[in-house]
């Protein structure tokens, strides 16, 4: 029962709220509570009838609510934290699984059983459940523990699930209070039956985009099970994002794929949503990967940081859709296109250069019958392309801008036309502004294997804008032209007026790159059931791949030099060695629970991730001591030695085992690494031992712009006669101050946090103190 104080305090909110006016938004309430039946719903009916979602594991509630109703609730016993729900997640969007080195006769595909009776769980924009990489032939019965089902919706019969697509289900109330309306789990973007088919597909044989990359198609988990929760359209909601989450949680998924970032910076983890529910979800043993956003080459712009996340960037394959545009002077540059034609080559066409191709108010005029040459795009490529072919030209180039440099997305243009990197395109710019009459032609090429993988452009990089000790992304999977199955209802390009509609579409993105890590973790838990999703993680990493397909460095798309750790993390992902990494680096939920304790946070933030009184007390340290498989080293101004501790864990299985450490410093002038003990030996399996490693460095960094191009890039390895268990390292020299560049990123979000908070703070005492004074306590 509440206190008269209590009601007599609702009583005057709700007399604030009648003056204020009725309008509501969705608020996602946490409490320190089991479940939301500790709140006073009993003298609070018209707050238990606009709850919308529940979520058990993370311990809160979705409702709609007026803003000074959040903030009367704030102010009860128990509640944790009041967020107003957000629009700010957005989707990141046959070859790869040989180019990953998985065989269907050796290998960790046979020797799973292709991931058979693993549970993906997928947040996302929905199934085709029809497609035929969902189909069910040749797959044994559901796995025995699963408590999920597919629901009964418009257009979303559950009959139209199977023993591959398990679960499919629909969250989109906090879509739908926005004013949106979708009704079931059938996807109506392509997104997720792409990155689902990705993960899990059964293999479909003649699988193509209008003859490109035709072949058999198939996931990389391929009789591992689907479940699918769509929680996004165009764009996602927190409240259903949760919803989702708890939901998989509950059903008993074995891995969790989350194709999505938020669509602003990086939040803190405590008011961060895909945090959160990474962090319930890993509590309960499942092994969680997160795209690492879109929004490269930029430094800082990875998302999805937090250490429990396996968090993913993008590379490329070695298969490319070339296209080739010959000059008039004999020059041949070669682009990318899925134009198709049954032609060898087009005719010769007169080639004129736009610039900037905005509308077709900005087009010269008289375009007929030409190719037209833009080297600044606004919109959708396709949409430009489009603009271009209504005004009669014959063809299209689009040059990337330099920030993209030389990474070519394969796009189905509706037209002859080519991505062109951006030398490539300088070079077409030069012959077009020097030649008194250019002229030029397209000879269409079929595909070919290249050098890769290389770093996608538009992968998201480092160092991690929330927590620099953490190294993030944490490695790189395929993700740039992949074709996967796709919704037939669906334009390709994302164009409101691109007609056309397949059952495969080839897309660039870490959202293709996320799905990848997703089955190849499935894999693993099938070979390793019981691995922690830490050791899952920490064999991909240790094990992944830093040379190309031709023995050397990876490269970074943006300028072709070799791509550091900011960008690859630990590199590109090889599923058969991450079978046996030898060692890996464990970290248990106490670990992660130290590692926020680190960050400084407040009992009420840590009080959203444990239930635990006093969680930090008595803990101190740096959040690079976690025990994570990489090192990023911080030194600030006055402090020249850093000391971190790692442990690992022997999963060998031909023992005794003794392993030796080397260290490999691009800067030794810079920074001097040392490592204690140099020699591990292990004699059993679930053995562990632990290292140091010491960073010491006389160099101060006294370049405010420097900053990032002055870092230093390395790799521990610990090796013996049949494991290499290898860690990057990065080190980063932060001045102070440093213009546009915080001493500590922490600081910079926290305060990004708490200067809003301070607006809700005031709504509250404002409400305590009136309500205190008209109805002293004890009244």
């Given at each position: 029962?509440?206190?008269?104080?209590?009601?007599?305090?609702?009583?005057?909110?709700l007399f604030l709220n009648s003056a204020a006016g009725n309008n509501m938004s969705s608020y996602l309430i946490f409490v320190n509570h089991d479940s939301i039946t500790s709140l006073p719903f009993d003298d609070t009916k018209w707050l238990s009838a606009r709850v919308f979602y529940t979520y058990e594991a993370l311990r809160g509630f979705a409702v709609m609510l007026t803003?000074?109703?959040?903030?009367?609730?704030?102010?009860?016993?128990?509640?944790?934290?009041?967020?107003?729900?957000?629009?700010?997640?957005?989707?990141?969007?046959?070859?790869?699984?040989?180019?990953?080195?998985?065989?269907?006769?050796?290998?960790?595909?046979?020797?799973?059983?292709?991931?058979?009776?693993?549970?993906?769980?997928?947040?996302?924009?929905?199934?085709?459940?029809?497609?035929?990489?969902?189909?069910?032939?040749?797959?044994?019965?559901?796995?025995?523990?699963?408590?999920?089902?597919?629901?009964?919706?418009?257009?979303?019969?559950?009959?139209?699930?199977?023993?591959?697509?398990?679960?499919?289900?629909?969250?989109?109330?906090?879509?739908?209070?926005?004013?949106?309306?979708?009704?079931?789990?059938?996807?109506?973007?392509?997104?997720?039956?792409?990155?689902?088919?990705?993960?899990?597909?059964?293999?479909?044989?003649?699988?193509?985009?209008?003859?490109?990359?035709?072949?058999?198609?198939?996931?990389?988990?391929?009789?591992?099970?689907?479940?699918?929760?769509?929680?996004?359209?165009?764009?996602?909601?927190?409240?259903?994002?949760?919803?989702?989450?708890?939901?998989?949680?509950?059903?008993?998924?074995?891995?969790?794929?989350?194709?999505?970032?938020?669509?602003?910076?990086?939040?803190?983890?405590?008011?961060?949503?895909?945090?959160?529910?990474?962090?319930?979800?890993?509590?309960?043993?499942?092994?969680?990967?997160?795209?690492?956003?879109?929004?490269?080459?930029?430094?800082?712009?990875?998302?999805?940081?937090?250490?429990?996340?396996?968090?993913?960037?993008?590379?490329?394959?070695?298969?490319?859709?070339?296209?080739?545009?010959?000059?008039?002077?004999?020059?041949?540059?070669?682009?990318?296109?899925?134009?198709?034609?049954?032609?060898?080559?087009?005719?010769?066409?007169?080639?004129?250069?736009?610039?900037?191709?905005?509308?077709?108010?900005?087009?010269?005029?008289?375009?007929?019958?030409?190719?037209?040459?833009?080297?600044?795009?606004?919109?959708?490529?396709?949409?430009?392309?489009?603009?271009?072919?209504?005004?009669?030209?014959?063809?299209?180039?689009?040059?990337?801008?330099?920030?993209?440099?030389?990474?070519?997305?394969?796009?189905?243009?509706?037209?002859?036309?080519?991505?062109?990197?951006?030398?490539?395109?300088?070079?077409?710019?030069?012959?077009?502004?020097?030649?008194?009459?250019?002229?030029?032609?397209?000879?269409?090429?079929?595909?070919?294997?290249?050098?890769?993988?290389?770093?996608?452009?538009?992968?998201?990089?480092?160092?991690?804008?929330?927590?620099?000790?953490?190294?993030?992304?944490?490695?790189?999977?395929?993700?740039?032209?992949?074709?996967?199955?796709?919704?037939?209802?669906?334009?390709?390009?994302?164009?409101?007026?691109?007609?056309?509609?397949?059952?495969?579409?080839?897309?660039?993105g870490t959202s293709m790159a996320c799905p990848h890590v997703a089955g190849a973790a499935a894999l693993l838990r099938a070979r390793h059931p019981s691995w922690s999703p830490a050791a899952i993680r920490s064999a991909l990493m240790t094990t992944a791949a830093t040379n190309d397909n031709q023995g050397f460095p990876i490269l970074d798309y943006k300028d072709m030099q070799?791509?550091?750790?900011?960008?690859?993390?630990?590199?590109?992902?090889?599923?058969?060695?991450?079978?046996?990494?030898?060692?890996?680096?464990?970290?248990?939920?106490?670990?992660?629970?130290?590692?926020?304790?680190?960050?400084?946070?407040?009992?009420?933030?840590?009080?959203?991730?444990?239930?635990?009184?006093?969680?930090?007390?008595?803990?101190?340290?740096?959040?690079?001591?976690?025990?994570?498989?990489?090192?990023?080293?911080?030194?600030?101004?006055?402090?020249?030695?850093?000391?971190?501790?790692?442990?690992?864990?022997?999963?060998?299985?031909?023992?005794?085992?003794?392993?030796?450490?080397?260290?490999?410093?691009?800067?030794?002038?810079?920074?001097?690494?040392?490592?204690?003990?140099?020699?591990?030996?292990?004699?059993?399996?679930?053995?562990?031992?632990?290292?140091?490693?010491?960073?010491?460095?006389?160099?101060?960094?006294?370049?405010?712009?420097?900053?990032?191009?002055?870092?230093?890039?390395?790799?521990?390895?610990?090796?013996?006669?049949?494991?290499?268990?290898?860690?990057?390292?990065?080190?980063?020299?932060?001045?102070?101050?440093?213009?546009?560049?915080?001493?500590?990123?922490?600081?910079?979000?926290?305060?990004?946090?708490?200067?809003?908070?301070?607006?809700?703070?005031?709504?509250?005492?404002?409400?305590?103190?009136?309500?205190?004074?008209?109805?002293?306590?004890?009244?």
């Amino acid at each position: 029962m509440a206190s008269s104080h209590f009601i007599f305090s609702l009583i005057f909110v709700l007399f604030l709220n009648s003056a204020a006016g009725n309008n509501m938004s969705s608020y996602l309430i946490f409490v320190n509570h089991d479940s939301i039946t500790s709140l006073p719903f009993d003298d609070t009916k018209w707050l238990s009838a606009r709850v919308f979602y529940t979520y058990e594991a993370l311990r809160g509630f979705a409702v709609m609510l007026t803003e000074v109703e959040s903030a009367f609730i704030a102010t009860l016993p128990g509640v944790t934290a009041v967020l107003k729900d957000q629009e700010n997640t957005k989707l990141q969007t046959t070859r790869s699984p040989e180019f990953l080195g998985l065989n269907q006769n050796l290998g960790l595909w046979p020797d799973t059983n292709f991931g058979e009776n693993v549970i993906i769980g997928l947040v996302d924009t929905g199934i085709w459940p029809e497609a035929a990489s969902f189909n069910d032939t040749g797959l044994g019965p559901v796995p025995s523990g699963w408590k999920g089902y597919c629901e009964d919706r418009v257009d979303f019969n559950s009959s139209l699930c199977n023993k591959k697509l398990i679960g499919a289900k629909y969250f989109m109330k906090g879509f739908n209070n926005a004013g949106f309306a979708y009704q079931s789990p059938r996807d109506e973007t392509g997104h997720g039956t792409h990155v689902a088919s990705t993960a899990a597909g059964v293999p479909v044989e003649h699988a193509n985009l209008f003859g490109f990359a035709e072949g058999t198609a198939m996931g990389i988990a391929s009789k591992a099970r689907i479940a699918m929760y769509k929680a996004c359209a165009a764009t996602c909601f927190n409240s259903d994002i949760l919803a989702a989450l708890e939901s998989a949680i509950k059903d008993g998924v074995h891995v969790l794929s989350l194709s999505l970032v938020h669509d602003e910076s990086e939040a803190p983890y405590f008011n961060n949503i895909i945090a959160r529910g990474g962090f319930a979800a890993m509590e309960r043993g499942i092994f969680v990967t997160c795209a690492a956003g879109n929004g490269g080459p930029s430094p800082t712009s990875v998302m999805n940081t937090a250490p429990w996340l396996t968090t993913v960037g993008a590379g490329s394959i070695d298969r490319t859709f070339p296209i080739d545009v010959v000059l008039g002077d004999g020059q041949v540059h070669t682009g990318s296109s899925l134009f198709s034609s049954n032609l060898r080559a087009t005719e010769v066409f007169p080639l004129v250069y736009v610039g900037i191709c905005n509308s077709p108010k900005t087009l010269p005029q008289n375009l007929t019958g030409k190719i037209v040459v833009c080297s600044y795009l606004r919109g959708l490529i396709f949409d430009n392309a489009l603009m271009v072919q209504a005004v009669g030209a014959a063809g299209f180039i689009a040059v990337n801008p330099k920030i993209v440099g030389e990474e070519l997305k394969a796009l189905p243009y509706p037209l002859p036309a080519a991505s062109m990197s951006f030398n490539e395109g300088k070079q077409i710019i030069s012959y077009i502004i020097s030649t008194q009459n250019p002229f030029g032609r397209f000879v269409f090429n079929i595909p070919r294997k290249e050098r890769a993988p290389a770093l996608a452009s538009f992968s998201s990089r480092g160092p991690n804008p929330l927590v620099l000790e953490i190294l993030k992304p944490d490695l790189i999977a395929p993700g740039l032209n992949i074709l996967a199955a796709f919704s037939p209802n669906v334009a390709l390009s994302e164009s409101l007026y691109d007609t056309r509609r397949e059952k495969f579409n080839i897309i660039s993105g870490t959202s293709m790159a996320c799905p990848h890590v997703a089955g190849a973790a499935a894999l693993l838990r099938a070979r390793h059931p019981s691995w922690s999703p830490a050791a899952i993680r920490s064999a991909l990493m240790t094990t992944a791949a830093t040379n190309d397909n031709q023995g050397f460095p990876i490269l970074d798309y943006k300028d072709m030099q070799a791509a550091t750790a900011l960008g690859i993390g630990s590199g590109y992902i090889n599923p058969n060695r991450a079978a046996d990494p030898g060692l890996v680096y464990d970290a248990s939920v106490s670990d992660y629970i130290s590692f926020l304790c680190s960050l400084n946070y407040t009992e009420g933030q840590m009080k959203l991730f444990t239930a635990k009184p006093n969680p930090c007390s008595g803990s101190a340290g740096s959040p690079g001591n976690l025990n994570y498989p990489s090192f990023s080293v911080v030194f600030k101004p006055n402090s020249n030695i850093q000391v971190l501790t790692r442990t690992v864990t022997c999963v060998g299985e031909m023992l005794p085992e003794v392993y030796h450490v080397i260290v490999v410093n691009s800067e030794t002038e810079k920074v001097t690494i040392t490592v204690e003990p140099q020699m591990l030996s292990f004699n059993s399996v679930g053995e562990q031992q632990m290292y140091k490693i010491k960073f010491e460095t006389n160099f101060v960094q006294e370049n405010d712009s420097r900053v990032f191009d002055d870092m230093m890039f390395g790799f521990i390895s610990w090796e013996s006669e049949k494991h290499m268990v290898r860690s990057p390292i990065s080190v980063i020299w932060i001045p102070e101050p440093v213009y546009g560049f915080e001493p500590s990123p922490r600081v910079k979000n926290a305060g990004a946090y708490l200067w809003p908070k301070l607006n809700l703070f005031l709504t509250q005492t404002m409400c305590l103190l009136v309500t205190s004074f008209v109805f002293p306590l004890g009244f």
